[in-house]
C-alpha cells in the first residue's frame, strides 16, 4: 500500500472495484481485501459493475465497505447502498443531520438514532427506495446465474466474431419471408397487368436477389438449390430462423417485438433477429436419429436446445468426451469451397451452419475427421479441448470420377463418329465387319463405365437422391 492511502488516524483507506468498468475484469476481490487487511488497511469495495450480473457475498469478502448504485441494476438513478461493518458505522459521526437520523435534541447538541437511521438526514428518496427493491426482486427472479451465464455467452461471442477478411455472407444470413401468399405481389401476372409487383421485387429480398440494406445476400452457405431438406427445415419458423445463422428477416408486415426488432420500417420491414446462434458453434451433447422424420419431431419437441445438443444421423467413430457447454467459435476463412473454423478449447461438437453435401471433407488440426449431418441439414464435426482448428473443403469425389467417365464415354462415342464415314458402301468383308463390331463394343465400353460409376459411387449418389428426391418432385410437377 503507498502512503497516499493513509487515511485519518495513521490507518490505511483502501478502495477498489469488484468488476472493471472499462474492460470488464472480474478481479479477484477477496484476495486483495486479505492482502489489504494484513497491510492494515480497510478496505471499500466499489461493487456496482458487479451485483446486477454476480452473486454478492459481503461476509465472505470481509468487506468493510461495500458500495453499488440502483441505476446499474435497473433502478431510477440518484438511488443506491453502501454496506459497511457495523462496529465501522457505529464509530464514525454522521456527516449531515436531520430529519429522522435525530434520537435527541439538546440546546447545545444531538444524539443520533441507531443504524441504519443515522445516515438517513432528511427526507429518504422513498420513490428510489421502492423501485430499487422492486429492482433487486425482478433480479432474483431472473437468477444472477442465468444473467452471469448469458454474460459469459455474449464475451465468447464478442471473442469469436469472424475475422475480419471474412465476407458478410460469411458471418449471418437474411432470410426473406415475403411471397405472393403473405405480401401484395404478383410475380407471374406479367408486366403489363401490374409492374409495381416487379419494381418491388429486388426489395423484397427474393431467393436469387443480392441483399440490399448493407446486408449480405441469403444463399452463399446455404445451397444454390431448393432442397427438400431445406423446405422440411423451414418448417421450424420462426423458432428455427436462429439457428440458422439468420440474423435479419425481411417481411411485409413487423415482427412481434419478443421474435426481432424493426430497423427498417416501410412496405418492406427488415428485423433483427433478438436471439440468433453464430455460424459455428460447439455444443456439448448430440442426439443420434437416423429418420429424417423422427430427427424433425425431435427438433420441434421442448427436449431439444440447440445450445445443448446437435441431433446427427448417426454417431460417430469416436465420440468426444462429454462438454461442458454452449461456446461460439470463430470463422476465420469462409469461401464458397473452403471454411475454416477456429475452436474455443471445449469438448463436444463443432456445428457449422452450412449445408451437409457430398464431397465436403473436415480435417482436425490437419487430420482426416468424419462429418456429421447436424440438425437435419448442416454440418458437425466431434472435437476435443485440446484441437484448435476445423478445416472444411469441397473435393466431390462423384463430380471427379463422373467427369473422368463422361470424358471416356465421349472419346468411345466420338471415335464412332470418325470410324462410321469410313465405311463405305461398296467395301466387302473386313471393314463391314470392323465397323459391325465396334458398335457393340462401344455399348458394352458404355455399360461398363456406367456400372463402375454406380458401383463406386453408390453411397453418394444414394445420398443425393434422398436430399433432392427427384421422384417425389417429377410426381409433385405431373399433379
Not at 451433447?285 to 423422427?294: S, Y
Amino acid at each position: 500500500m503507498s502512503r497516499s492511502a493513509r487515511g485519518h488516524g495513521g490507518r490505511f483507506n483502501y478502495s477498489h472495484g469488484s468488476v472493471s468498468n472499462a474492460l470488464g475484469t472480474v478481479n479477484p476481490i477477496q484476495e486483495i481485501i486479505a492482502k489489504a487487511h494484513a497491510a492494515g488497511a480497510l478496505v471499500l469495495v466499489d461493487a456496482a459493475q458487479s451485483v446486477p450480473h454476480l452473486q454478492t457475498d459481503v461476509k465472505a469478502w470481509d468487506a468493510d465497505f461495500v458500495a453499488f448504485s440502483g441505476h446499474k441494476m435497473l433502478a431510477p438513478s440518484g438511488v443506491g447502498v453502501l454496506f459497511g461493518k457495523e462496529s465501522l458505522l457505529d464509530a464514525m459521526p454522521p456527516f449531515l443531520g436531520g430529519g429522522s437520523m435525530i434520537n435527541e435534541v439538546m440546546l447545545d447538541r444531538f444524539t443520533p438514532a441507531e443504524l441504519p437511521a443515522k445516515f438517513e438526514a432528511g427526507t429518504p428518496p422513498i420513490v428510489g427506495a421502492i423501485s430499487l427493491t422492486a429492482a433487486i426482486d425482478y433480479l432474483e427472479n431472473v437468477g444472477l446465474a442465468a444473467i452471469h451465464a448469458h454474460d459469459a455467452e455474449d464475451i465468447a461471442a464478442l471473442a469469436a466474431a469472424p475475422a475480419p477478411g471474412v465476407p458478410p455472407w460469411g458471418r449471418f444470413r437474411v432470410a426473406g419471408l415475403i411471397s405472393e401468399r403473405n405480401a401484395p405481389y404478383d410475380w407471374h401476372g406479367g408486366w403489363a397487368v401490374d409492374d409495381s409487383s416487379y419494381r418491388r421485387y429486388p426489395e423484397t429480398l427474393r431467393m436469387y436477389s443480392a441483399g440490399l440494406y448493407g446486408l449480405g445476400n441469403t444463399m452463399p452457405g446455404w445451397s444454390p438449390l431448393h432442397l427438400s431438406a431445406h423446405w422440411e427445415f423451414s418448417r421450424g419458423y420462426p423458432a428455427w430462423l436462429g439457428m440458422a445463422n439468420a440474423r435479419y428477416l425481411v417481411t411485409h408486415r413487423a415482427l412481434p417485438e419478443q421474435l426481432a426488432e424493426s430497423i427498417h420500417v416501410g412496405q418492406v420491414t427488415v428485423s433483427r433477429l433478438r436471439r440468433a446462434l453464430p455460424r459455428a458453434w460447439v455444443v456439448p451433447d448430440a442426439v443420434t436419429i437416423a429418420d429424417g422424420e423422427a430427427r424433425l419431431r425431435h427438433m420441434r419437441s421442448t427436449a431439444f436446445d440447440p445450445r445443448r445438443q446437435v441431433v446427427v444421423e448417426r454417431a460417430p467413430r469416436a465420440p468426444p468426451p462429454p462438454g461442458t457447454g454452449f461456446a461460439p467459435a470463430r470463422v476465420i476463412h469462409y469461401e464458397a469451397e473452403r471454411v475454416v473454423v477456429d475452436l474455443p478449447g471445449r469438448d463436444g461438437y463443432l456445428v457449422l451452419a452450412d449445408t451437409h453435401a457430398p464431397g465436403w471433407h473436415a480435417r482436425v488440426d490437419g487430420v482426416d475427421r468424419d462429418i456429421l449431418l447436424a440438425n437435419h441439414v448442416f454440418r458437425a464435426v466431434p472435437v476435443t479441448a485440446g484441437e484448435t482448428r476445423v478445416e472444411f473443403d469441397y473435393r466431390p469425389r462423384a463430380v471427379v470420377v463422373g467427369t473422368w467417365l463422361s470424358g471416356v464415354a465421349v472419346l468411345v462415342w466420338l471415335g464412332l463418329f470418325v470410324m462410321s464415314p469410313r465405311v463405305e458402301a461398296g467395301a466387302a468383308g473386313s471393314k463391314e465387319e470392323e465397323a459391325a463390331f465396334l458398335v457393340p463394343l462401344a455399348w458394352q465400353i458404355s455399360l461398363v463405365v456406367v456400372l463402375y460409376g454406380i458401383a463406386s459411387e453408390t453411397a453418394l449418389w444414394k445420398e443425393a437422391d434422398d436430399r433432392m428426391r427427384p421422384g417425389q418432385v417429377l410426381r409433385e410437377a405431373l399433379r
